[in-house]
């Protein structure tokens, strides 16, 4: 992560808390908007019951999950781009999104909806054994073998999944449906549980943030340093992959997130972890909210679209659109 | 001698048509019973998909949306019973000599209907009528309601999918006395809680079956606490097939609607 070479910038830096405070806007701006709009128009201030129940019973859980699992995935993302010093780090690279998502799909095949969470934690603490276990050489963890076996277990569970698909036939559309993601089954407990898992993976990263920075050097540096890099690799891998089976489990595969929300901040020149990590929680709450608003109004009579299908396209889109304005500073250039 | 009696027999087998005994391959599970009930022997049927459990003897050919081709042209079949174009697209339908019979209804009129035209193409016109006759009498046994019971069908819970206004559903609805208020034109429908609660349906009807497995009964779901219709729980594929099915659940609808109005 070429861009870590930036010199650190001073505390109290006045640009990080006005980008602070317009984060903290947008974040409440797109929840206003998120929570007043939907499929059915709600007078807000003039609720009847069938409103109230909408709007607290349906909306409101929703937009909360959908502002966490967006904050939980761009976390995971920052996590893993640490652990494995590769931009191109992700829930997907390391293969924890689809070992999680398969065994989603397998207690959703075999059992229902309810052991879809334990499923998606098992499915991804197992893929994350097989990448560590690949990984591994001598107590140390090696970042590019580790991409690697991501990938190759990311390709494996995908295999798994797209054979469960083949052999449940009827079940497919499904399956495809909820692997495209969405959060129509939010609910107070686990906006709870997902909360909980942001604050607590956010509020280590911020205690390990000095750490995190050293870690942009080579291992070496960073050791000399005194930074305890090999177990701070192992930490940051278990608290992504937790965040992302959760995220997983609740509301299926949502893609580009983890990718595209650090690196949009670092291209606006957010590089400090301790800048980063709360950062990256605010900016990814917005993205997921505002892709989730979208995907409950766009079509006409309540339909809804895949909330992954928006993300990929406006991520993709927004950050295609980044890398042709600013491609000479971005990381070959920088 | 001899030969004027081969030449009468051969003649005579001609003309009732079973010297002309056809192969078969049906790739729409719910196409089998039609052709059980119009008698078609189980010599004549040779492949099935391979959750069709109609014709036991006949050969599995992979499932309705994925056929083996192969296994299909091994058998060599003179005729062909396909779902929609999208399941099996006119440019595979191409590369078969066989004649292709597209059964894809979406009301019950057409299911009886497409009975008709089978019965035709397999020379059971008799048999065919027998059996149009014995459904439209199912039909008749339908008791009118004072006024249609507004209804919402669930296709899947995860993620909430209903019928659409193109689905075989809609109709069974509307023949039972109902009316489906979910009217995008469209077979499934990925739908918001929020607009299920604000269309407030008097029935809430959940399928369980391939498409919807161990659904969570809808008013233990926390986005439908607030969910006031009455809910009744159906087989999907006694309820969800465009096929014999069909006309028996339309009449179990229609009680279950009587008893909502009364």
Known sequence: ?334 | MKRGVFLFTVFFLLLTGSALALRIVVLYPAASPILRALGIPDREVVGVTRHDRVYPGAIKVGSHLRPNLELIRALAPDLLIVGSRRAFPEETARKFSARIFRYDPRTLQEILTNIKALGEILGRRQAAEALVEKLSAILSRIKPLPRPVTVIYEVSATPLKVAGARSIVNDLIRVAGGRNLVTVPRKHVLISPEKVLALAPEVYIYQVGPMNRHPIPPKKRPYFRGLRSRILRVEELEFARPGLNAFSAALKLNHMFLSCVR
């Open chain 1, 1 to 334: 992560m070429g861009s870590s070479l930036a010199p650190p910038p001073k505390p109290g830096n006045r640009r990080e808390l006005l980008a602070l405070g317009g984060l903290l806007c947008l974040v409440s701006l797109v929840f206003v908007l998120a929570v007043s709009h939907g499929a059915v128009p709600l007078k807000i201030f003039h609720l009847d019951e069938t409103g109230r129940r909408i709007l607290f019973e349906v909306r409101l859980p929703r937009v909360l999950l959908a502002g966490l699992t967006g904050a939980a995935l761009a976390l995971a993302g920052l996590y893993f781009q640490y652990v494995m010093q590769n931009p191109l780090a992700d829930a997907f690279t390391t293969g924890a999104s689809a070992s999680s998502a398969l065994g989603a799909v397998l207690a959703l095949l075999v059992a229902g909806e309810i052991l879809v969470l334990p499923a998606a934690l098992a499915g991804a603490l197992l893929g994350l054994a097989a990448v560590f276990h690949i990984a591994s050489l001598r107590g140390r963890l090696l970042p590019v073998t580790m991409l690697l076996a991501g990938i190759v277990v990311n390709t494996f569970a995908s295999a798994a999944i797209s054979l469960l698909k083949f052999l449940a036939d009827e079940s497919v559309a499904s399956i495809v449906f909820w692997l495209m993601g969405g959060f129509q089954n939010a609910t107070y407990a686990r906006v709870g549980l997902l909360a909980g898992a942001v604050f607590a993976s956010a509020l280590y990263g911020l205690l390990r943030a000095p750490a995190l920075d050293l870690t942009a050097f080579d291992d070496e540096t960073a050791l000399s340093s005194g930074v305890p890099l090999y177990r701070l690799r192992r930490e940051l891998l278990f608290t992504g992959a937790l965040l992302t089976a959760v995220s997983v489990a609740f509301s299926g595969i949502i893609g580009f997130v983890g990718l595209i929300v650090p690196h949009l901040l670092r291209l606006i020149g957010f590089l400090r972890a301790g800048v980063l990590v709360p950062f990256v929680v605010l900016f990814g709450a917005a993205f997921m909210m505002l892709a989730d608003l979208l995907a409950r109004t766009l079509l006409p009579q309540g339909q809804e679209l895949p909330v992954g299908v928006l993300t990929s396209t406006l991520g993709g889109l927004f950050f295609l659109y980044l890398l042709l304005k600013r491609k000479r500073e971005l990381y070959e250039l920088a």
